[in-house]
């Protein structure tokens, strides 16, 4: 864990209340080390009762600034206070409690702008539920890059131990996914990956690999022409402005042990190429990271969990993980800043 010095308190967000979000949030209090230090954005009754409900000895305080955290989270949950508008039932999302959801969201993202919060965690959402309620973004990614200002291009990153991985394309059906490659926004989302794991993971000379399409790699264009005509020029541009890029390979030979071991990231072409491989290796600690930002966010890797809501068995190692991360980004945010600073 990197050093304290100058950090600011992380604001998680609720997320969908109906989901497991609360419970992980209240662990991931209860398993706390002195850092990362963070802040709930969330209904503080709601997190009572639901202590109360699973046993868990999590005291909650109410909050009037991210300032008061690191004095109370010894002692207690810090929560901002945003109450929802209707009662919660573990693993049935109502729409009404959606502008709370997204209120926290916008909260979050205005703190870490401000320079109030060290970065955003957010905790899943359920997006049939934002859909119902008229929520006109795809998910978390295209929604926080709205928030936080125009021209902001964000690239979605999942990490596990041993694995990062970029979609090029995120949340689209499969069909629409292959439609909107392009080799221009696979040059984009190479080199967002790449300034990312230069500032924000202290990686100086990154290696990418960019995964083909279709199978066996295309054939040479016997099982597809995408190989040719979209993924390998872009890999020729970003060799010609000067990345270690490699590819495109197989997806099905690019993710065992001894592959991950020649590469930092490898650039996939859609939502699921890149996930599936990241959670078979890792389902509980995968995190996701929001590139392309001007504040630091992430997420757990998993999803709202409605059929276990409320039961006592959510997992919050990929929370905690998330939260870790956020704090060591920041971190190495701020070293950056000083670095240019005195320079």
């Known amino acids: 864990m990197m050093a304290?010095?100058?950090?600011?308190?992380?604001?998680l967000t609720m997320g969908e209340p109906a989901g497991i979000g609360g419970e992980i949030t209240l662990k991931a209090w209860l398993g706390r080390t002195p850092a990362p230090i963070f802040f709930a954005i969330d209904d503080p009754e709601r997190l009572a009762r639901l202590a109360a409900a699973l046993g868990l000895d999590v005291p909650i305080e109410v909050i009037s600034d991210p300032v008061e955290c690191p004095a109370v989270f010894h002692r207690a949950l810090p929560v901002l206070a945003r109450p929802l508008t209707a009662h919660v039932t573990p693993g049935r999302p109502d729409a009404a409690n959606v502008p709370v959801v997204l209120a926290a969201i916008e909260t979050a993202v205005e703190l870490a702008l401000a320079g109030r919060a060290g970065g955003v965690v957010t905790n899943p959402v359920?997006?049939?539920?934002?859909?119902?309620?008229?929520?006109?973004?795809?998910?978390?990614?295209?929604?926080?890059?709205?928030?936080?200002g125009p021209g902001v291009t964000p690239e979605m990153m999942l990490v596990c131990p041993g694995l990062k991985v970029v979609p090029v394309t995120t949340h689209l059906p499969l069909r629409d996914a292959i439609a909107a490659l392009t080799t221009e926004r696979i040059v984009a989302c190479a080199r967002t990956t790449a300034a990312a794991l230069i500032?924000?993971?202290?990686?100086?000379?990154?290696?990418l690999a960019v995964a083909a399409l279709n199978p066996h790699g295309g054939e040479d264009g016997s099982l597809g022409s995408e190989e040719i005509e979209i993924i390998a020029p872009a890999v020729r541009k970003l060799k010609k402005r000067?990345?270690?890029?490699?590819?495109?390979?197989?997806?099905?030979?690019?993710?065992?042990?001894?592959?991950?071991?020649?590469?930092?990231?490898v650039i996939c072409m859609h939502h699921d190429q890149a996930l599936i491989p990241?959670?078979?290796?890792?389902?509980?600690?995968?995190?996701?990271?929001?590139?392309?930002?001007?504040?630091?966010?992430?997420?757990?890797?998993?999803?709202?969990?409605?059929?276990?809501?409320?039961?006592?068995?959510?997992n919050e190692t990929g929370l905690t993980a998330a939260l870790e991360c956020a704090w060591e980004l920041?971190?190495?945010?701020r070293q950056a800043g000083r670095r240019r600073s005195v320079a």
């Open 278 to 314: 990241l959670k078979t290796i890792h389902f509980q600690a995968g995190i996701d990271i929001t590139l392309g930002l001007p504040i630091v966010r992430t997420s757990p890797g998993h999803g709202t969990a409605l059929g276990i809501a409320g039961t006592g068995a959510a």
């Open 126 to 148: 359920h997006k049939t539920t934002l859909y119902e309620a008229g929520f006109g973004y795809p998910g978390h990614t295209e929604y926080l890059a709205a928030l936080t």
């Open 330 to 333: 920041a971190a190495r945010r």
């Open 4 to 11: 304290m010095e100058g950090a600011l308190p992380l604001a």
């Open 199 to 207: 500032d924000d993971f202290g990686i100086e000379a990154p290696r």
């Open 242 to 265: 000067g990345r270690d890029v490699s590819g495109p390979f197989p997806a099905d030979t690019l993710f065992h042990r001894r592959a991950r071991e020649t590469y930092d990231a």
